[in-house]
């Protein structure tokens, strides 16, 4: 299939939005995120979060600050990825965001 001149990929062009639009980033990343409770979806969770992370400097550079090696980050974030809670830490920490807790359902009535 021949590329159109002056064409950007979908994920080229997602990449940069997410990148130039931090709340964009941040909501992305949050609904995403609430896919790794689901064992046959969580892909999509490790997906989003390697796409922010490419948004936010590329894995490579993510990598190094984070003090993971590149090839490791690539497999943490890969479909197959299973990040251990210190590597999810220095990732999310090195694109200026951190991990919090809510509850799963709202609280019922007493």
């Known amino acids: 299939m021949k590329k159109l ?4 990929s979908h994920h080229d062009a997602e990449v940069a939005e ?5 709340e964009l ?6 609904v995403a995120m609430e896919s790794l409770d689901d ?9 989003a979060l390697r796409t922010v ?4 400097g590329g894995l490579g550079a993510v990598a190094a600050e984070a003090g993971i090696s590149r090839e490791s ?3 943490t974030l890969s ?7 210190k590597t999810l830490l220095a990732v999310l920490k090195t694109v200026g965001l951190r991990l919090s807790v809510v509850p799963a359902q709202p609280a019922q009535p007493a």
């Open 18 to 22: 997410l990148g130039a639009d931090r």
């Open 79 to 85: 479909p197959s990825g299973n990040p251990t809670l």
């Open 5 to 8: 001149k002056g064409a950007v």
């Open 25 to 30: 980033a941040v909501a992305y990343l949050r």
């Open 73 to 75: 980050l690539y497999r």
């Open 53 to 56: 992370a490419e948004a936010y």
């Open 39 to 47: 064992p046959d979806n969580r892909a999509a969770g490790l997906l």
